[in-house]
C-alpha cells in the first residue's frame, strides 16, 4: 500500500525545525532529505529513519525495521507526534549522514562532419 500524501506532508512538517525538509518520490514510496542529506524513507504510512551510532544513543529501545524486502534495517519511528523528540534525533545523527555524491554530467562528442 503506498503512503498517503498526507501523511509525508505531515510528517515532513513535524521535522521542520530542524531544517530544510524535502521528499521525493521513490519506487512508489517517498525519500525524505533534511537540508539535502537523505535521513530515511516513508512506506506504507511509516516512517523509517537510517540508523546511526548517535541515533543508537539517543534511542536504545526504538524498534527497527526494513521499509522494502532485502533493505537495511532502519529505525521505525513510532513517535511522530512528538516533534521536539524528532528534531532532536535528526540534529543528532545529521552529522553522520554523507551528502548526496554530485551527479556525474554526461558529455556528448560531437563528431564534425
Known amino acids: 500500500m503506498a503512503s498517503s500524501i498526507d501523511f509525508v506532508e505531515y510528517v515532513c512538517e ?9 521528499y ?3 519506487f512508489g514510496e517517498f525519500g525524505v532529505y533534511c537540508n539535502t542529506k537523505f535521513i530515511g524513507l516513508i512506506c506504507d504510512n511509516q516512517l523509517f529513519i537510517k540508523k546511526t551510532e548517535s541515533g543508537e544513543k539517543l534511542l536504545p529501545n526504538c524498534p527497527e525495521a526494513s521499509p522494502y524486502p532485502n533493505a537495511k534495517s532502519h529505525f521505525l519511528i513510532e513517535f511522530i507526534e512528538d516533534s521536539e523528540l524528532l528534531v532532536t534525533l535528526l540534529e543528532h545523527m545529521w552529522d553522520e549522514l554523507p551528502f548526496p555524491k554530485p551527479k556525474k554530467v554526461k558529455v556528448k562528442e560531437m563528431i564534425a562532419d
Open 14 to 22: 513535524q521535522m521542520s525545525a530542524s531544517g530544510i525538509i524535502t
Open 24 to 26: 521525493k518520490k521513490m
